[in-house]
Nanobody
Framework: QVQLVESGGGMVQAGGSLRLSCAAS????????MSWYRQAPGKQRELVAT???????NYADSVKGRFTISRDNAKNTVYLQMNSLKPEDTAVYYC???????????WGQGTQVTVSS
């Protein structure tokens, strides 16, 4: 079992920055891909960014060049640095972990990000 706890959400004006954190209850990064998803009101949950167990990263087109996913293995923590925020980035952001070999996956509880214009 893995617990994921997000933090760092809040309210910011357009053009501002936030950094989200996701703390895992144990060291899983060597075998789990870590991702950030988001879900805006009335919309489906969408993938924002992923960092693989090997460290490669991928981003949704809508956030490329503005968001950066990273991890600190010593702290069992994944980050999402969000710059140049737009009102359309407003959503609940969720941390997700998936073990490719087994298919096991875990979700965090979500953290609200609100960007005002």
């Amino acid at each position: 079992q893995v617990q994921l706890v997000e933090s760092g959400g809040g309210m910011v004006q357009a053009g501002g920055s936030l950094r989200l954190s996701c703390a895992a209850s144990r060291n899983i990064f060597s075998t789990y891909a870590m991702s950030w998803y988001r879900q805006a009101p009335g919309k489906q949950r969408e993938l924002v960014a992923t960092i693989s167990s090997g460290g490669s990263t991928n981003y949704a087109d809508s956030v490329k060049g503005r968001f950066t996913i990273s991890r600190d293995n010593a702290k069992n923590t994944v980050y999402l640095q969000m710059n140049s925020l737009k009102p359309e980035d407003t959503a609940v952001y969720y941390c997700h972990a998936r073990q490719i070999s087994s298919g096991y996956e875990y979700w965090g509880q979500g953290t609200q990000v609100t960007v005002s214009s």
